[in-house]
């Protein structure tokens, strides 16, 4: 099992950034990989970023140049730095965790943190 607590949502206006962070119950240097994937009202939940257990990161188009995930094996910690915000990325955004072993693939999931970009 793996628990995963988001922070640092809120309200920020279009071209400000903010820095999400996901702390993981056990060594994220053991999870294959991290991510964050983000739902709007109305929509489907997407992925936003993904990073591997050695460290290699992955982006949805709408968001390379601006957002960077990062994490910290020493304190189970995951980041999404969100730079030049836009009002389409308002959304609830979820920290995830995927173990595999020989047979399964285990997903979990935090319980969300709200972005809202709004002037």
């Known amino acids: 099992q793996v628990q995963l607590v988001e922070s640092g949502g809120g309200l920020v206006q279009p071209g400000g950034s903010l820095r999400l962070a996901c702390a993981a119950s056990?060594?994220?240097?053991?999870?294959?990989?991290m991510g964050w994937y983000r739902q709007a009202p109305g929509k489907q939940r997407e992925l936003v970023s993904t990073?591997?257990?050695?460290?290699?990161?992955n982006y949805a188009d709408s968001v390379k140049g601006r957002f960077t995930i990062s994490k910290d094996n020493a304190k189970n910690m995951v980041y999404l730095q969100m730079n030049s915000l836009k009002p389409e990325d308002t959304a609830v955004y979820y920290c995830?965790?995927?173990?595999?072993?020989?047979?399964?693939?285990?997903?979990?999931w935090g319980q969300g943190t709200q972005v809202t970009v709004s002037s």
């Open positions: 995830n965790a995927v173990r595999y072993t020989i047979t399964t693939m285990y997903s979990y």
């Open positions: 056990r060594s994220v240097f053991s999870i294959d990989l």
């Open positions: 990073v591997s257990s050695s460290g290699v990161p």
